[in-house]
């Protein structure tokens, strides 16, 4: 990493060069790649957000060809790009506050300096784990863009206007699982019950305030606002699954302050492993 850590100011490594593709020059392909150089606080809430579609699309790369059909293969796949493309673009706009490159940010931070929520960190588990925590991302993540559309900063605003149709879908296809799950087998409905109660923990989280939001208004969406109507796009979801909103006590959940789960840690050691055995290699 080179100059400054987005989110602490302490004084980085030196710069491990860029992991690209046949050198072709693929910003081009990114939203918001208008120029615009973010100031540290946007930095560090594009941050937030381009960690939070980081963590899930490898979680759902994970799923291909371990899917249960081979349609779902596809399907999660696709997903997991597009939120990798959401991740792009955000993890872009945020190195630009300290000269950093979206690979710079994806590969050669530690855990710590992560600021991912634990929601996008919770295991793939089984199908339906994955569909829990898929239903509760999509549903969060489309609200929020949604808004972010609307900000003040024209490239958080670019970046969420095309993301917010992406996730219209990724909400639908979630939804659709649900409704299957709960409407199959005694043993299939009882596995979903089971995976939104586990994942349900980690729902507060998402929706808690922190003080660098106060100093972003008209720029960021404050968190707290999204409570309300995220919850009651997914009690509606339910209610159509006839499945009870599961009452449960928050975790303590630290994500945004670089405290995480220990999944992370695993999780980020598979992803990074290559680009750290060849830095600056290109192919």
């Known amino acids: 990493m080179s100059?400054?850590?987005i989110s602490t100011g302490v004084e980085g490594e030196e710069?491990?060069?860029d992991v690209s593709v046949d050198q072709l020059d693929?910003?081009?392909e990114l939203s918001g790649a208008d120029g615009s150089i973010a100031t540290p606080d946007v930095a560090a809430y594009a941050l937030w957000l381009g960690d939070d579609a980081l963590v899930l699309a490898q979680q759902l790369g994970w799923w291909i060809s371990r899917a249960p059909e081979l349609e779902e293969d596809v399907a999660l796949g696709n997903i997991g790009l597009d939120v990798l493309g959401h991740a792009r673009s955000f993890l872009r706009y945020a190195g630009t506050a300290d000269g950093r490159s979206e690979d710079d940010l994806a590969y050669w931070r530690d855990e710590p300096a992560f600021r991912c929520a634990w929601l996008f960190q919770a295991p793939n588990g089984h199908f339906g784990d994955t569909i829990a925590r898929q239903l509760v991302a999509s549903a969060f993540q489309l609200e929020l863009y949604r808004r972010l559309a609307g900000?003040?900063?024209p490239a958080l605003a670019a970046i969420a206007t095309k993301s917010v149709k992406e996730v219209a879908y990724h909400l639908d296809h979630a939804t659709q699982w649900i409704l299957r799950l709960a409407g199959g087998t005694e043993l299939s409905?009882?596995?979903i019950e089971r995976s939104l109660t586990d994942v349900w923990p980690l729902v507060d989280e998402l929706f808690r305030d922190e003080p660098v939001i106060d100093r972003l208004e008209g720029i960021a969406v404050r968190p707290s606002t999204l409570r309300e109507p995220v919850l009651g796009?997914?009690?509606a979801i339910l209610d159509a699954a006839d499945l009870a909103m599961p009452q449960v006590?928050?975790?303590m959940a630290g994500g945004r302050r670089g405290m995480h789960s220990s999944r992370l840690g695993y999780l980020l050691a598979e992803m990074q492993v290559l680009a750290r055995a060849h830095p600056g290699a290109s192919w």
Request: glycine fraction near 10%; charged fraction near 30%.
């Open 15 to 17: 710069s491990h060069g």
């Open 233 to 235: 796009r997914i009690q």
């Open 249 to 251: 006590a928050p975790s």
């Open 151 to 153: 900000s003040a900063d």
């Open 189 to 191: 409905r009882e596995r």
């Open 26 to 28: 693929l910003a081009a």
């Open 3 to 5: 100059g400054h850590d």
